[in-house]
């Protein structure tokens, strides 16, 4: 059986329950060595077989579970952030079909909401936007053309981009082409919940010189839009004028 967990964003107990369980009972532990925090090794119980997949092929990482299913192990395969987002587990779980192996996938903490947490901000604010589009910058892997920064920034809604911190100069020129002013607030997060987290804010016009004066170059999500300001319109949601399945419209409130 073959475990596909999600590590979280970066700090260690940000992993979820049952993540940290499974790997405490693995016999196996296959983990992505260039991004998840060492300190999760700690929970593998003694003798258990550890791989870090950053040195490794899908095939070699392949030969390892394989063995590992013949002599009747336990494997996790340990990814940072949520495996469904930039994970590439879908190679890996069309290869566990093809073979007739066993998994399961265990979600984690993004770090998209690694980073809402970082800069204290609601990515979906009333009156300002209620969509987050999570995207990245196309770079040595291509993007469909009709998801180009351009096209996505035409939406003007929250915008979360990742594997783009090496490519600010044409993040920036394709958001401006998409119709965002260059004063649009962004912000860098680099390594969220790390104990060298990192933030920038800045603007999309300003975006490239932001990570240069910081040293940033990988491990950070670029944050868009105008949640990033500090205007925006109350919530219904408690508003004492407005009636819920829970609530009914308080003293001095107003019927709509």
Not at 113 to 141: D, M
Not at 210 to 226: D, F, M, S, W, Y
Request: include cysteine; glycine fraction near 10%; proline fraction near 4%.
């Amino acid at each position: 059986m073959v475990h596909i967990v999600g590590a979280g964003c970066g700090a260690a107990d940000l992993i979820t329950l049952r993540g940290k369980r499974l790997i405490e009972e693995a016999d196996v532990l296959i983990y992505a060595g260039s991004l998840v925090n060492p300190e999760l090794l700690s929970y593998a119980r003694e003798g258990c077989e550890l791989h870090d997949s950053a040195k490794m092929t899908l095939e070699e990482i392949f030969e390892v579970i394989g063995e590992a299913e013949k002599a009747g192990k336990t494997t996790v395969r340990l990814h940072s952030g949520d495996p469904s987002l930039y994970g590439a587990i879908g190679e890996q779980m069309r290869a566990f079909d093809e073979r007739g192996i066993a998994y399961d996938i265990t979600p984690g903490v993004s770090a998209f909401a690694g980073a809402a947490a970082a800069l204290k901000t609601e990515y979906t604010l009333p009156g300002v936007t209620q969509s987050v589009i999570i995207t990245r910058a196309a770079g040595k892997t291509s993007v469909p053309e009709a998801e180009n920064l351009a096209s996505l920034a035409s939406h003007g809604t929250t915008m979360v981009l990742f594997l783009s911190a090496g490519l600010l100069d044409r993040v920036t020129k394709e958001l401006t082409e998409g119709g965002l002013s260059p004063d649009t607030p962004a912000a860098i997060v680099c390594r969220a919940s790390w104990p060298d987290e990192t933030i920038c804010r800045c603007t999309v016009g300003t975006l490239e010189a932001a990570a240069r004066e910081n040293g940033i170059t990988k491990t950070a999500l670029i944050v868009v839009g105008g949640v990033l300001d500090s205007a925006f319109e109350r919530s219904r949601l408690y508003d004492p004028n407005f009636a819920t399945e829970f609530r009914g419209i308080r003293d001095g409130g107003k019927s709509e």
